[in-house]
């Protein structure tokens, strides 16, 4: 089972995040998303554990647990879309909107609407 984890400090790295969960198991990868510029924890990772039971023990201990003044939020992680339309949020833009020309907004698109809707700033 893939879990979301979120609130930890921004000094965790890849092996705090797995000692952390080989508490309550086996685990296959711990993976702390990084700041490409800073080079910092974001403050949110993923693990992977291959028994479902003891990724549910660890999920239900550890989410709403205190860690040095911050509360962590544990999940079960949602699949990713791959492909197709990405929608209006997309770290490149927009799915359709590309570098904003035509869209009128930050986020890529067009049609009025702030995420992205519309015909998405395309010229035809």
């Known amino acids: 089972m893939k879990l979301f984890v979120v609130g930890f400090p921004g000094d965790f790295d890849d092996v705090d995040l797995k000692e952390m969960f080989e508490l309550y198991g086996t ?3 711990a993976k702390v998303i990084m700041d490409k510029e ?13 028994d479902d039971t003891e990724a549910r023990q660890a999920m239900d201990t550890l989410n709403g647990a205190g860690m040095k003044g911050k509360t962590l939020s544990v999940k079960e992680a949602e699949e990713q879309k791959r492909g197709g339309d990405r929608g209006g949020f997309d770290s490149r833009g927009g799915g359709r909107g590309g570098d904003n020309r ?20 395309r010229r035809y």
Do not use: C, E, L, Q
Not at 41 to 48: H, L, V
Not at 102 to 113: L, T
């Open 38 to 50: 800073t080079g910092k924890s974001r403050g949110f990772g993923f693990i992977d554990m291959p």
């Open 27 to 29: 685990v296959n990868s």
């Open 102 to 121: 035509g869209g009128g907004n930050r986020f890529g698109g067009g049609g009025g609407n702030r995420f992205g809707g519309g015909d998405g700033g």
